[in-house]
């Protein structure tokens, strides 16, 4: 079993920046690939950014390539989502999830998730 706490999520003016974490307990971290993604009210669970389970390959979606930065820190067993130039339409629920060793932008392949951080940018 993986435990994975989010947090980091709030209110913030568009163009700001949160970074949100993800903190892991449980089995081995650093055997697992991070997903982390989003959910607005009314819409889908989409696909944000995801980390294999060593740092080294990452992929983002088009929404969100150039302003969001996902990294991690297996010492800490905990991966980051660092949010810059924040729009309106990133308000959204903030998940994370792990899946064993490579990550993938499909929600239901992941096993394990978090109960989620709201972030909320105003205009």
């Known amino acids: 079993q993986v435990q994975l706490v989010e947090s980091g999520g709030g209110l913030v003016q568009s163009g700001g920046s949160l970074r949100l974490s993800c903190a892991a307990s449980?089995?081995?971290?650093?055997?697992?690939?991070v997903g982390w993604f989003r959910q607005a009210p009314g819409k889908e669970r989409e696909f944000v950014a995801g980390?294999?389970?060593?740092?080294?390959?990452?992929d983002y979606a088009d929404s969100v390539k150039g302003r969001f930065t996902i990294s991690r820190d297996n010492a800490k067993n905990t991966v980051y989502l660092q949010m810059n130039s924040l729009k309106p339409e990133d308000t959204a629920t903030y998940y994370c999830?792990?899946?064993?060793?490579?990550?993938?932008?499909?929600?239901?392949?992941?096993?394990?998730w978090g109960q989620g951080t709201q972030v909320t940018v105003s205009s």
């Open positions: 449980g089995r081995t971290f650093n055997n697992y690939a």
């Open positions: 980390i294999n389970w060593s740092g080294s390959t990452t």
């Open positions: 999830a792990a899946r064993s060793i490579v990550h993938s932008s499909s929600p239901t392949l992941y096993r394990y």
